[in-house]
């Protein structure tokens, strides 16, 4: 069974703070990652993706990845209320890649004013 | 369509009766995925196409479950004798072929509830 692993929390952050978001997953074989955004009553939104090992930016978020460890993370910087949702991370499967993506259970933020 | 267009986006039907769920991906985009999401959890795959033929149904939780997509565009998810467990967020994606490594874009979804 393929897992993707999460703290439901909730996780609070004072506004303008960093927050950080983090996830494992059991496949080895997972090529690409993923991080939905999902506010309450509407579907997941792509916010980053990232497939080699590091750090990349867009904006203020930062996606992290690490294949050794399995973990994959999202730092969001200057937290803001808008920012207040909650994340899903996902990983795909050792199959090729695209046909069949897990997801976690999800982060709840809450970015406190 | 300029986004995935999923109908009806609430549904509330009686414990056995048989409902249909329509999805419209982007155009042009030959993946299309369904999903589920249950309350308090992530989305749950439920089966994938590949232009009109289901290149993986794993994700249907039994044979009440079946999906089509007759000419590469449209699909329809076809739930029969419905229990209430089935009440969830059904949720399409679609995506290019090329670019898997985009992720996906999800439909607003169609809340099933089934009393």
């Known amino acids: 069974q393929k897992e993707v692993e999460q703290n439901s929390g909730p996780l609070s952050v004072p506004e303008g703070a960093i927050a950080s978001l983090n996830c494992t997953y059991s496949?080895?074989?997972?090529?690409?990652f993923f991080w939905y955004r999902q506010y309450s009553g509407k579907s997941p939104e792509l916010i980053m993706f990232?497939?080699?090992?590091g750090d990349k930016e867009d904006g203020r978020f930062t996606a992290q990845l690490n294949k050794a460890s399995q973990y994959v993370s999202l730092l969001i910087r200057d937290s803001q209320p808008s920012d207040s949702a909650t994340y899903l991370c996902?990983?795909?499967?050792?199959?090729?890649?695209?046909?069949?993506?897990?997801f976690g259970i999800g982060t709840k933020l809450q970015v406190i004013p | 369509g300029a986004g995935v267009s999923q109908t009806p986006s609430n549904k509330v039907t009686e414990k056995g009766k048989y409902v249909e769920l329509r999805c419209d991906p982007i155009?042009?985009?030959?993946?299309l995925y369904w999903y589920r999401q249950s309350l308090g959890q992530g989305p749950e795959f439920l089966i994938y196409?590949?232009?009109?033929?289901?290149?993986?149904d794993s994700g249907l939780p039994n044979d009440r479950f079946f999906a089509v997509r007759p000419e590469g565009s449209v699909s329809t998810l076809k739930i029969q004798r419905t229990e209430r467990g089935d009440s969830a967020v059904y949720l399409c994606?679609?995506?290019?072929?090329?670019?898997?490594?985009?992720?996906?874009?999800f439909g607003s979804g169609t809340r099933l509830t089934v009393v």
């Open positions: 994606a679609s995506s290019l072929m090329q670019g898997f490594m985009d992720g996906y874009t």
């Open positions: 496949d080895r074989g997972s090529q690409s």
């Open positions: 990232i497939y080699s090992n």
């Open positions: 996902a990983a795909d499967g050792d199959s090729g890649g695209y046909q069949k993506v897990t």
């Open positions: 155009s042009g985009h030959t993946a």
């Open positions: 196409f590949q232009g009109t033929g289901a290149a993986d």
